[in-house]
């Protein structure tokens, strides 16, 4: 019973730790880039694209193609650093509970 208890209070502290992560996460601003930088992308930590920058030399007809790669390469690294920064954060926060190996946060 008195596992279970402790287990109660964690639960109550994972969940209030995560909701201060969360909006941490709100304000958070990574970018991804490819192309050596010809495209930038900034996410926030819910996954929004907040900026877009293109390199000039990428806007002509000929080059719609490798700029389409370019913007999806920016925006899936910018995507993996936000996952790796929750998952960094959240760690720590669920040391201690019984949770399944590999187990992910249904808000993480």
């Given at each position: 019973m008195r596992d279970m208890i402790n287990m109660m209070k964690k639960a109550k502290e994972v969940q209030e730790k995560m909701q201060k992560i969360q909006e941490e996460m709100a304000n958070l601003q990574i970018t991804g880039t490819a192309g050596g930088g010809l495209v930038t992308i900034t996410l926030n930590g819910k996954n929004t694209i907040t900026a877009i920058k293109i390199?000039?030399?990428l806007l002509k007809p000929e080059e719609i193609e490798i700029l389409e790669d370019l913007i999806m390469a920016a925006y899936n690294e910018a995507k993996t650093k936000i996952e790796i920064t929750m998952q960094e954060k959240t760690k720590s926060m669920t040391a201690g509970l019984p949770?399944?190996?590999n187990f992910k946060l249904?808000?993480?």
């Open positions: 390199d000039p030399s949770l399944p190996p249904p808000f993480s």
